[in-house]
């Protein structure tokens, strides 16, 4: 048994690396569902086998029952199989952050795909049949702009309310304060430039060469 699953394993995956292009829109949101659901599983020690099982099946599109009993080694195999053929998407809306985001009281399993297709729907007009089947990329793209109207339409609803203004009763000013936005909106911080001190303005102390890497030792500036 365990030989067919690996040669039916084997096959799903030599079909899916010729392949030409990456995963289908719809596709690739329950996909990233699914590894989200992984990495939780990981932590908490919960369904992870069968949650790989699903995102391989997903990528493949092939019930895992016929290849649930392969070698451990081959299915973890496909599954950093599956992720290298998912499309690399860098977008400001896709950018990480660390801000814990409080689930909706409406939330439901596999939210994301019906959220992000109503989007474009009601925006653009399009079928769900086509939504599904766009570009990874072309997709997102359009939600941020989507996001991006919104936002800026309720910053400017917001600023002719009353609720962004403080008085200071000292000054005897309003102050104005903005809508919060998300993360992905706001300026990025710059990682602080690194430059060369002069021995001579070096505070007094004793520095230990080898304590520090060469890149962070004091170095003299040529004056020519």
């Given at each position: 048994?365990?030989?067919?699953?690996n040669?039916?394993?084997?096959?799903?995956?030599?079909?899916l690396?010729?392949?030409?292009?990456?995963y289908?829109f719809r596709?690739w949101?329950?996909m990233?569902?699914?590894k989200?659901?992984?990495?939780?599983?990981l932590?908490?020690?919960?369904?992870?086998?069968?949650?790989?099982?699903?995102?391989i099946?997903?990528?493949?599109?092939?019930?895992?029952?016929?290849?649930?009993k392969?070698?451990?080694i081959?299915?973890?195999?496909?599954?950093?199989?599956?992720?290298?053929?998912?499309?690399?998407?860098?977008?400001?809306?896709?950018l990480?952050?660390?801000?814990k985001?409080?689930?909706?009281?409406?939330?439901?399993?596999?939210?994301t795909?019906?959220?992000?297709?109503h989007?474009?729907?009601k925006?653009y007009g399009?079928?769900?049949e086509y939504?599904?089947n766009?570009?990874?990329?072309?997709?997102?793209?359009?939600?941020?702009?989507?996001v991006?109207d919104?936002?800026?339409?309720?910053?400017f609803?917001?600023?002719?309310?009353?609720a962004?203004?403080?008085?200071d009763?000292?000054?005897?000013?309003s102050?104005f304060?903005p809508?919060?936005?998300p993360?992905?909106?706001?300026?990025?911080i710059?990682?602080?430039?690194?430059?060369l001190?002069?021995a001579n303005?070096?505070?007094?102390?004793?520095?230990n060469?080898e304590?520090?890497?060469?890149?962070?030792?004091?170095?003299?500036?040529?004056?020519?």
């Amino acid at each position: 048994m365990r030989i067919i699953h690996n040669l039916v394993l084997f096959i799903l995956m030599w079909g899916l690396k010729v392949r030409r292009g990456t995963y289908p829109f719809r596709q690739w949101i329950e996909m990233e569902s699914k590894k989200e659901k992984i990495i939780k599983s990981l932590q908490d020690n919960s369904d992870f086998p069968t949650y790989l099982l699903e995102y391989i099946s997903l990528a493949v599109k092939f019930p895992y029952k016929y290849f649930q009993k392969a070698d451990w080694i081959r299915l973890v195999s496909a599954f950093y199989g599956c992720i290298s053929k998912s499309p690399k998407v860098e977008l400001p809306i896709t950018l990480p952050s660390d801000e814990k985001q409080k689930e909706a009281d409406w939330e439901y399993p596999n939210r994301t795909w019906n959220l992000y297709s109503h989007m474009l729907c009601k925006t653009y007009g399009w079928d769900l049949e086509y939504v599904a089947n766009m570009d990874v990329f072309e997709a997102l793209a359009h939600i941020q702009e989507i996001v991006v109207d919104e936002q800026l339409d309720r910053e400017f609803y917001y600023g002719l309310s009353e609720a962004a203004y403080t008085y200071d009763s000292r000054s005897k000013v309003s102050k104005f304060n903005p809508l919060p936005r998300p993360h992905w909106m706001r300026k990025r911080i710059q990682p602080i430039k690194k430059f060369l001190i002069p021995a001579n303005m070096l505070p007094f102390g004793v520095i230990n060469p080898e304590a520090l890497p060469d890149e962070y030792l004091p170095k003299e500036i040529s004056k020519t």
